[in-house]
């Protein structure tokens, strides 16, 4: 499921998620998490309908789920030690369900990407793995989810043409009855010239993580890996 970039602002969005308690759902809770992916901002606090549930929060880093009540409510994020609002978007979520939220893009032109996440276990001896393009200075790509040692070469693209501010489907891969390791590549479109290689990563069945390419402050490009399902 591709999910793509909302431009910041106060229009209600129904999505499938929320935190405080009145809106368009019908009861219930559900769970959310927000991700810093801005690269020139500064540590945020994450606030919904003005009570601070995150704190401090980094270039990179994601808070855990949170617990909240399925209806419309207004997400904040406020630089740490300001009073200074930067993102203020209204959103509901309904009961049961699982989302993420990027800060992403420079400080110049702030958007949040809302994605919905999985859940729910994968098949017998499985994994799932999803790709997010949230480095604003990098072109579409292409992702390469192979066992480790394996050249990509020669081989067709889990994902093609992934651009900015888009998110690929679940790509379901089998993770046989012990942990595995696979390498994921985020290429130029088209070509097998890697923008980023996460080296090694092991995964074993049932799990499910989101891998997020990012702008690397010290230059070039780096990913980070969120745990959707463990």
């Given amino acids: 499921m591709a999910s793509g970039f909302l431009r910041l602002g ?6 499938g998620l929320m935190w405080g308690a009145m809106g368009c759902g019908s009861g219930g ?7 810093h992916a801005s690269p020139d901002e500064p540590e945020v606090n994450v606030l919904v309908d003005n009570n601070t549930v995150a704190s401090n929060l980094a270039y990179g880093a994601a808070t855990g789920y949170i617990t ?5 409510h207004t997400l904040q994020i406020e630089p740490t030690g300001t009073t200074s609002t930067i993102v ?10 699982t989302s993420t939220i990027l800060m992403a893009n420079y400080a110049s032109s702030l958007q ?17 793995v999803r790709l997010v393009n949230a480095a604003p200075s990098l072109q579409p790509v292409d ?13 067709t693209p889990a994902v093609k043409a992934l651009a900015f501010g888009s998110a690929s489907s679940y790509v379901s891969l089998n993770a046989g009855t012990t942990t595995t390791q ?7 479109a088209g070509t097998t010239s ?19 390419a990012l702008n690397d402050p010290a230059g070039g490009y780096t990913s980070v890996t969120l745990h959707d399902l463990d």
């Fill in 10 to 15: 106060t229009g209600l969005v129904c999505l």
């Fill in 29 to 35: 809770n559900a769970q959310v998490r927000v991700m």
């Fill in 68 to 72: 909240v009540s399925s209806g419309s």
């Fill in 88 to 97: 203020s978007t209204s959103l509901s979520f309904a009961s049961n369900s």
């Fill in 112 to 128: 949040t990407l809302v994605l919905t996440d999985n859940n729910t276990a994968p098949s017998t001896n499985d994994f799932e």
């Fill in 143 to 155: 992702g390469y989810i192979v066992p480790n040692g394996t050249s990509i070469t020669g081989m």
């Fill in 182 to 188: 696979y390498v994921v590549y985020f290429t130029q």
């Fill in 194 to 212: 890697a923008y980023i290689n996460t080296g090694a990563m092991t995964f074993s069945a049932g799990q499910i993580r989101t891998i997020v």
